[in-house]
């Protein structure tokens, strides 16, 4: 006697496919059914599809006779059968992989493989078909599913990977994994737009040198000039200063940015470090802009307990993700950093609209040259020896610069370390990660070097690599700027 849940989920079944028949596709479906059958399971499945048809549910049991079992490699012989022993296998592994199937994307592309030399027309339109639509769908899922297990709002299962219950070494390793799985994610699953055009500017194992060097030719640079009295000196205040604009392009801005969206959301759930990620309140306009900590943390100002503006050396926070490595080796590669001065620290700052950062001179616990890159929406940065609040978010400069996005400023010099900075309150949300090199003697006492930042080197022309003639240039324009107000 039939249990009733199981009746229950047998007629379940049979209803499903009842109407995958309504569909009207009945000759395909059994025929992909029944590929790789020998003749006899092929009549016995089509008098089930026929019982089906016609409601004899009953009849649809194993009592009007047995399959061939498939676990014996005799069976559906290719005497019996007009498809050789190697669909077969193929067929037992299809019929074992396709309930795997959602959750293994791979099986999609083996069954391409598997199926595609030896099918009839139809049955490839049909795999293919198949194929397009499952991979689509199981990708879909299963980049959801590691999107979920990396970064949604109720990972419990990464809960318990709490990324500061890892110790300094072990959070380098903690972070690695999750965002390796996440680069995975970014550079296969989601956009294949980047596996066909600039992979090699991310993955050095399938460079095309030459190409990289082209997309290096791209870049343009800018210095600046305001010239200032000071004790008595006419002095170029923003000397050091240097805007790389087209170092990261469309796609690859699309893909930072969404990282440090799942960054964010990781902080906001509680998943990085303690002083990772902050969200301060927004009491007032200009106030409140979010920032994310790699590599040390850094207090802005003098703090309840009385700490001074630095590098904490006793807090830790994240490591560096290897997106940001990943950018920090172009920076080097592409010539806009030295590689006397690799970063190993950065701050992410997610502007929303009317969030800005007031005056500063960046701390000198961080070497010169550090950088900034810029994201989402255009804004100016201003520099002047002394720049003023106006009101809340605003700031009047002798020095406007406008920050396109994919664009890196480097501050160096005098830019640096004589003029002051600024970003009024910005017009749309916008993202900047300011990357930066720690002096030894400020590092956090538990820092740990990370080996893939060592030794970088920017890349070398070379006869073989030499970019197009036309691309050659990188003009390296100086220039003048006018007092503005804001
Ligand atoms: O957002 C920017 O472009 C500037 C950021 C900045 O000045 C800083 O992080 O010190
Ligand atoms: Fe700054």
């Known amino acids: 006697m039939m249990k009733e849940g199981v009746f229950r989920e047998k007629v379940e079944s049979i209803s ?15 025929e992909l059914l029944s590929e790789g059958f020998c003749a006899r399971c092929k009549g016995l499945l089509e008098s089930r599809f026929e019982n089906l048809s016609n409601g004899k549910f009953y009849k649809l049991s194993s009592s009007n006779g047995k399959f061939c079992s498939v676990d014996s490699l005799n069976l559906c012989s290719p005497d019996k059968s007009s498809t050789s022993s190697r669909k077969k ?14 959750l293994e994307p791979l099986s999609s592309a083996r069954h391409q493989i598997n199926y595609s030399d030896n099918l009839p027309a139809l049955k490839k339109r049909c795999l293919r078909e198949h194929t397009a639509e499952s991979s689509a769908h199981a990708l879909e899922p299963l980049s959801s599913a590691r999107h979920q297990m990396n970064y949604s709002d109720n990972l419990s299962a990464l809960k318990k990977r709490r990324l500061h219950e890892h110790t300094a070494e072990s959070s380098a390793q903690a972070l690695e994994p999750l965002s390796s ?16 055009c600039r992979q090699h500017s991310w993955d050095e194992s399938e460079a095309s040198l030459s190409d990289e060097f082209n997309d290096m030719s791209r870049v343009r640079r800018k210095d600046f000039k305001h010239l200032k009295m000071i004790d008595g000196s006419l002095i170029n205040i923003v000397k050091g200063l240097e805007l790389h ?6 796609l690859e801005q699309k893909e930072i940015v969404e990282y440090v969206y799942k960054l964010q959301r990781l902080g906001q759930n509680g998943y990085l470090r303690a002083r990772t990620y902050s969200q301060p309140k927004k009491w007032m306009r200009g106030k409140g802009r979010v920032t994310i900590q790699f590599g040390c943390c850094y207090n802005y100002g003098k703090d309840k307990k009385g700490s001074r503006p630095g590098i904490m050396r006793d807090k830790e926070v994240d490591p560096l993700p290897p997106m940001f490595k990943n950018m920090i080796k172009r920076l080097v590669k592409w010539h806009v950093l030295p590689p006397t001065c690799v970063p190993n620290s950065c701050i992410v700052n997610i502007y929303d609209k009317d ?11 961080f070497l010169r040259p550090f950088c900034t890159v ?5 804004c100016n940065i201003l520099f002047g020896s002394r720049l003023e609040i106006i009101g809340p978010g605003e700031f009047s400069g002798q020095i ?4 396109p996005v994919g664009s890196v400023l480097v501050l160096n010099g005098n830019g640096a370390n004589i003029a002051q900075h600024c970003v009024p309150a910005v017009h749309g949300k916008r993202i900047s990660i300011t990357f930066r090199k ?15 930042l060592q030794g970088l080197q920017p890349l070398v022309c070379s006869p073989s690599t030499r970019p197009h003639a036309q691309q050659v240039q990188r003009p390296n324009l100086i220039q003048q700027n006018k007092r503005v107000s804001h």
């Open 400 to 403: 406007a610069i406008p920050l």
């Open 245 to 250: 604009t087209r170092v990261f392009n469309e």
């Open 16 to 30: 499903l496919l009842k109407s995958l028949l309504r569909l009207g596709r009945r000759e395909e479906i059994l």
């Open 89 to 102: 296998r193929h067929l037992h592994e299809h019929t074992t992989e396709s309930s795997a199937q959602a």
């Open 374 to 378: 810029s994201f989402l929406t255009e």
């Open 181 to 196: 799985a996440r680069h995975q994610m970014n550079y296969s699953d989601n956009l294949p737009a980047l596996v066909n």
């Open 438 to 452: 720690m002096d030894v003697s400020k590092m956090p006492f538990n820092f740990r070097h990370d080996p893939e």
């Open 355 to 365: 969030d800005c950062i007031p005056p500063h001179i960046d701390h000198h616990d």
